[in-house]
């Protein structure tokens, strides 16, 4: 499965921004798709998942703020993200499960005023 990320950018805080990741496959065919960020001298972690069929998981750190959707048709997942803060600067990567994780090229967001 071949992920492409797009949508990142520089924002600043409290401002909003919404990225996508398309595959190449069926959406239907992957058991959860979702996004994971890394931060300057952090470790890699987990923003919002979702499996077919079930509902949206997120970090705490985002709930209330992201949203993650799908969108069968385009075979396509977004991340919107509202109320952004200077600590969610991090490279996203969108990322498919199917017996394996798959991962996207990673899309940078810059938060800064």
């Known amino acids: 499965v071949q992920l492409q990320a797009s949508g990142g950018g520089l924002v600043q805080p409290g401002e909003s921004l919404s990225l996508s990741c398309a595959a190449s496959?069926?959406?239907?065919?992957?058991?959860?798709v979702g996004w994971h960020r890394q931060a300057p001298g952090k470790q890699r972690e987990l923003v919002a998942i979702?499996?077919?069929?079930?509902?949206?998981e997120y970090a705490d750190s985002v709930k209330g703020r992201f949203t993650i959707t799908r969108d069968s048709n385009k075979n396509t997942w977004y991340l919107q993200m509202n109320s952004l803060k200077i600590e969610d600067t991090a490279v996203y990567y969108c990322?498919?499960?199917?017996?394996?994780?798959?991962w996207g090229q990673g899309t940078l967001v810059t938060v800064s005023s």
């Open positions: 496959e069926s959406i239907f065919s992957l058991n959860a």
């Open positions: 990322l498919a499960e199917r017996g394996r994780q798959y």
């Open positions: 979702i499996t077919r069929g079930g509902r949206p």
